[in-house]
């Protein structure tokens, strides 16, 4: 018998053996319950939906829910702007920190949303993430949280209309433009 020969036999009946061995394993301890694996978090995918609308009693635009949980891993957020058309000249405008870098606006991508229709952002600079929300639109991305805590978001596009001008009203009363993800 040749060296390979005999490498080869042996190797057979080792894999033979594992998988007898593994056989033995199984039946001597069965999982408990049926049960054969438990479900990683980080391996989760949370939807989230937010509109952004009119308050009625003060006529400032908002988003809601203001304040939300989300699992660790892909969270895929979708921002109903229900508020008007609005040109925010010289805006920043490059979508970042988006799974692909991209985020969607009535199904098309976008890496640089045009500036001609920007009404709000979804900013958390924790995360590294601006996305642009023009008015009368759908807006989606997926963005990748690797870790648990409270992140602040906010708008930065100047869209306040009440008491202290465009940085007043919905920008400086908390939820309207500015809110908490939590993610756990
Ligand atoms: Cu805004």
Redesign the pocket.
């Known amino acids: 018998m040749k060296d390979q020969d005999y490498f080869n036999v042996v190797a057979g009946v080792l894999a033979v053996a594992v998988v007898v061995m593994a056989g033995v394993l199984l039946v001597a301890f069965p999982s408990s319950g049926g049960t054969t694996a438990t479900t990683s978090t980080s391996g989760q995918t949370s939807y989230v939906n937010l509109t ?1 609308s009119i308050n009625a009693t003060t006529g400032w ?1 908002q988003y809601s829910p203001a304040n939300f949980d989300v699992s660790q891993g892909k969270v895929v957020v979708t921002i109903t702007d229900h508020d008007a058309v609005a040109n925010w000249t010289g805006c920043p405008c490059a979508v970042k920190g988006t799974v692909n870098g991209v985020e969607t606006i009535n199904g098309t991508p976008y890496n640089t949303v045009p500036t001609a229709n920007v ?3 979804f900013s958390i600079p924790a995360l590294g993430l601006n996305v642009l929300s023009p008015g009368q639109s759908v807006v989606s991305f997926t963005v990748d949280v690797a870790n648990a805590g409270s992140f602040s978001w906010f ?1 930065m ?1 100047p ?1 306040g209309t009440g008491p202290g001008g465009f940085t007043g009203g ?2 400086s009363t908390s939820g309207y ?1 500015n809110g908490t993800m939590t993610v756990s």
Do not use: E, G, L
């Open positions: 952004v635009p009404a709000h952002t708008c596009s869209c919905p920008m433009m």
